[in-house]
């Protein structure tokens, strides 16, 4: 079946730096997005990116469609962005499930 | 500008009991999907709504079934419940049913 997967599935920080997160997909997908999910649950949109690159403040993203990649850059990491992020796929036709990652979660300390 | 919002936020229920947990979407979203979060996974789709049908659904069973509303609110049913069925339960919406999903704040449902 379709697979989405995330690395690493965890990632330990000081605050102030730098990390990549990877998404690899198994098939083409028709859209991609990034979540990060607060410690309530809650699955905050980062970005849409089907393909090229998109930043927003610190973070920005890059979703090479052909290579079924994307990457989700964090700079200058704060303790605030602490949580679980979830790249999430759809695939294919008119529907619209997103098939999701197993995640990356994330630890900044102070 | 109200996002999407799920009610409620917490429940406990005992085995064998039925549920219902509601969702409202974004304004000017037409589109309602409903997923399963199990504690240290990624969520799994139940199923998605689209003028007022059930359009597609993931691998779930019959227990699990839906509603949406003309107002395009929506409601999950699930019936006999399982002690596997203790999970945060998210709702999203979109414009279109292959478009930009916002989610909301989630029900954690407790079935004891």
């Known amino acids: 079946g379709i697979q989405v997967e995330q690395s690493p599935p965890d990632l330990i920080l000081q605050e102030g730096a730098n990390s990549t997160l990877r998404c690899n997909f198994s098939?083409?997908?028709?859209?991609l997005q990034w979540f990060h999910q607060n410690p309530w649950g809650q699955l905050i949109n980062l970005f849409y990116i089907p393909s090229g690159t998109k930043q927003n403040g610190r973070l920005s993203a890059t979703t090479v469609a052909t290579e079924r990649y994307s990457l989700l850059y964090i700079s200058s990491s704060q303790t605030t962005d602490s949580g679980v992020y979830f790249c999430?796929?759809?695939?294919?036709?008119?529907?619209?499930?997103?098939?999701f990652g197993k995640g990356t979660k994330l630890s900044v300390k102070p | 500008d109200a996002g999407v919002t799920q009610s409620p936020t917490h429940l406990i229920k005992t085995r064998g009991q039925q549920v219902t947990l509601r969702c409202s979407p974004k304004?000017?979203?037409?589109?309602v999907s409903w997923y399963q979060q199990a504690l240290g996974q990624g969520p799994q789709f139940i199923f998605q709504?689209?003028?007022?049908?059930?359009?597609q659904r993931g691998n779930f069973p019959d227990r699990f079934s839906g509603h949406q509303f003309p107002n395009y609110s929506s409601e999950l049913n699930v019936n006999a419940l399982l002690l596997g069925d203790s999970a945060l339960y998210l709702c999203?919406?979109?414009?279109?049913?292959?478009?930009?999903?916002?989610f909301g704040q989630g029900t954690r449902l407790t079935v004891v």
């Open positions: 999430a796929a759809h695939y294919g036709g008119s529907q619209g499930n997103l098939i």
């Open positions: 304004s000017g979203h037409d589109t």
């Open positions: 709504y689209y003028e007022e049908e059930e359009r």
């Open positions: 098939d083409s997908v028709n859209n």
């Open positions: 999203a919406s979109s414009s279109t049913p292959n478009t930009e999903a916002f």
